[in-house]
């Protein structure tokens, strides 16, 4: 007799190991299927985001930062520290302990909420069956009485520059060097490029990036890509823009990197080639040809705003589906999906998903850029504050950067915040709440900020967009 179970998910990244915990609230009986395999050979939940993205790089990029600073900036503290020496073994040691943690945690929240674990692979099969392979073990069909896909998405691999895991590699291997790459090439300067070329620069690293894009950070405001571009070369980041990836060969230790650059071929050698150009939906033995689910021409599992693919009582959430590939964009995406199931009303507002690249300076948005309010044709007003004006960020050292808000001329409707600056992935979060309640500028204006706090900027910039900024001149 086959187990059954009213929800069964396949994948245990944020989309999914949310998902089954919210169905479990709900008092439903879950399984949750994941095969995600560590470079030691071990199995964990969670996913790439704990695993191999979100978590082990903030780990690296607060330890390369620290370390940056300590050389850097700390004197200018009156903080005299002599010689910094830098111990790459136990720097990523700490990283590799706080994954553990974290993917462990997800096990004790399984067990908490009387989620069933399942350490192998799922297909989905027609009529809400689930092929499960165990690890160790022969396939069994399980009964769902609703199926939550979240298998997530996988790095993309360039068929001119392919994966050896050793000078050629993808970004989870990027996380895991052992020694600083004396040189260090980084195919794409988006969110992962960025990230991965800051941690390596700042330890020592000769980094070079090459993007095929003109614009530097086409998806974030104009104003805001600007800023922290003069910054990032300023740390030593050479960005090659408009520079098309035309080969990458292997030899006696080193990569050789052949690009197009405003049509002239060039060339780079370097240590290593970290290839972060983006990543696709990982769908490899999910689904089963009569499961009657379809897929887009990019790939993604076809679902509607509320996250329900074409077969009753199958939903999709996550990396896998359309929309930003986002950890708490999945989350709130298993949320929906559970909450549906179990009979509640449930729904993501894809208009206020916030985005961060945390870099130093940090860079996050949410809502429209500058350029998207126009393209409109909606009348719009601006405003915008320093972070050099800022009592706090002068005292952190930290001055780099500025807060922007963009409203509509009308109404005063809050349209975007966009953000570079110290800590902008923690303050993006006021602007988030604030669109969410459909909020006024006025309303961040009337909204006391406690002095000083970095979070003043954004009350400031709100002034500015009606020329009423306190400690600034208006413009």
Known sequence: MSKSYDVVVIGAGPAGYIAAIRAAQHGLRVACIDKWQNFDGSYAFGGTCLNAGCIPSKALLESSELYHRAEHEFKKHGIKTGGVELDIAAMQKRRASIVRQLTGGIAGLF??????????????????????????????????????????????????????GEHIVDSWHALEFDAVPERLGVIGAGVIGLELG??????????????????????????????????????????????????????????????????????????????????????DGLLAEDSGIQLDDRGFIEVDDECRTRVKGVYAVGDCVRGPMLAHKGSEE???????????????????????????????????????????????????????????????????????????????????????????????????????????????QRTIHAHPTLSEAVHEASLAVDKRALNFPNK
């Open 334 to 444: 298993g949320v929906m999906a559970a909450d549906l199931i179990a009979g509640e009303i449930a729904e993501v507002n894809y208009d206020v998903i916030p985005s961060v690249i945390y870099t130093a300076p940090e860079i996050a948005w949410v809502g429209m850029t500058e350029q998207e309010v126009r393209e409109s044709g909606r009348d719009y007003k601006t405003g915008s504050f320093p972070f050099a004006a800022s009592g706090r960020a002068k005292a952190m050292e930290q001055t780099t950067g500025m807060a922007k808000i963009i409203s509509a001329a009308d109404d005063d409707e809050i349209l975007g915040v966009h953000i570079v600056g110290p800590m902008a992935g923690e303050l993006i979060g006021e602007a988030v709440l604030a669109m969410e309640f459909d909020a006024s500028t006025e309303d961040i």
């Open 111 to 164: 067990k908490a909420n009387k989620v069933d674990g399942l350490v192998g692979s799922g297909k989905l099969l027609a009529g809400k069956k689930v092929e499960f392979t165990p690890v160790d073990g022969e396939p069994e069909i399980i009964d769902a009485a609703n199926v939550i896909l979240a298998s997530g998405s996988t790095p993309i691999e360039l068929p001119f520059a392919k994966f050896d």
């Open 198 to 283: 800051s941690v390596w620069s700042r330890l020592g690293s000769k980094v070079t990036i090459i993007e095929a894009m003109h614009d530097f950070l086409f998806m974030a405001d104009r104003e805001v890509a600007a800023v922290a571009g003069k910054d990032f070369k300023k740390q030593g980041l050479d960005i090659l823009l408009g520079a098309k990836l035309t080969g990458a060969a292997v030899g006696k230790g080193s990569v050789t990197v052949e690009f197009e650059k405003e049509g002239i071929p060039d060339s780079l050698d370097v240590d290593k080639l970290v290839v972060a150009v983006g990543r696709r939906p990982y769908t």
